[in-house]
């Protein structure tokens, strides 16, 4: 079955950390990869995807993701963690169809 | 751009009545809107897809009389929690994907959420 895991289940940094959350989605075909953060009390938002092309990705507020076909993995990472990015963070997959497939999500917490 | 609004953001209803929740897209035109629902500490899990003009398509294990979907114009898709009972408290998402724009990719956008508390 498409299934998408993320087994980081809670994370805890101090600022100026670096970060990487791991993902690993199921063989499926052909596959899209997204990552989406959500803010405490907010929606969720886009981070960065992966479609095809290189496979190291930029997103917005210095997060990159790379997607290693290999290891079915598409782990993200941010160099230098700030308290905002005290969020939840999501992988998710499209398979095929325009269906996402959400892994569990990760709870990030980063102190000052 | 790309805006996902949903309302109410927050309900209390009594055992038994309905409430409605509508997902609208503010600056584009979405045939497809799907809804989630997320319960605490767990991913989100898609209950159905919303096109436009026609039967929503439910997923496994989704009572399709219990959650009406009606996705009535291209930018409003409406859920209702018919007969609510305690367990159908949760946090409940819309999204919209935007599509027909040349040279760009599927992407949803998400909306805020609306927390449904049945007593």
């Known amino acids: 079955a498409q299934s998408v895991s993320q087994h980081n289940h809670h994370v805890i940094l101090s600022e100026a950390a670096s970060l990487e959350l791991g993902c690993n989605y199921s063989?499926?075909?052909?596959?899209?990869l997204f990552w989406y953060v959500q803010y405490p009390g907010q929606h969720l938002q886009l981070l960065l995807k992966?479609?095809?092309?290189?496979?190291l990705v930029k997103g917005i507020k210095g997060f990159e993701a790379e997607f290693i076909k290999s290891k079915f993995s598409f782990n993200l990472r941010k160099p230098s963690v700030q308290w905002s990015d005290t969020a939840e963070y999501f992988c998710?997959?499209?398979?095929?169809?325009?269906?996402?497939?959400f892994g569990t999500g990760t709870r990030l917490q980063v102190f000052p | 751009g790309a805006v996902v609004s949903q309302h109410p953001s927050r309900v209390i209803c009594k055992s038994g009545t309905s409430v409605k929740i509508e997902c609208r897209s503010l600056?584009?035109?979405?045939?497809?809107m799907f809804w989630y629902r997320q319960f605490p500490k767990k991913s989100l899990m898609l209950m159905a897809t919303?096109?436009?003009?026609?039967?929503?398509?439910?997923e496994q294990g989704v009572e399709k009389d219990k959650f009406l979907i009606n996705h009535a114009s291209l930018t409003l898709s409406t859920l209702t929690v018919t007969s609510a009972h305690p367990e159908d408290s949760s946090f409940y998402i819309c999204?919209?994907?935007?599509?027909?724009?040349?040279?760009?990719?599927?992407?949803?956008?998400f909306g805020p959420g609306t927390r449904l508390t049945v007593t």
């Open positions: 999204s919209a994907e935007r599509g027909g724009l040349a040279g760009t990719t599927y992407e949803q956008y």
């Open positions: 063989y499926g075909g052909t596959v899209n």
């Open positions: 992966y479609f095809s092309g290189d496979p």
């Open positions: 998710a997959g499209l398979y095929n169809t325009d269906k996402l497939i």
């Open positions: 600056d584009f035109q979405a045939t497809t």
């Open positions: 919303s096109n436009e003009g026609s039967k929503a398509t439910y």
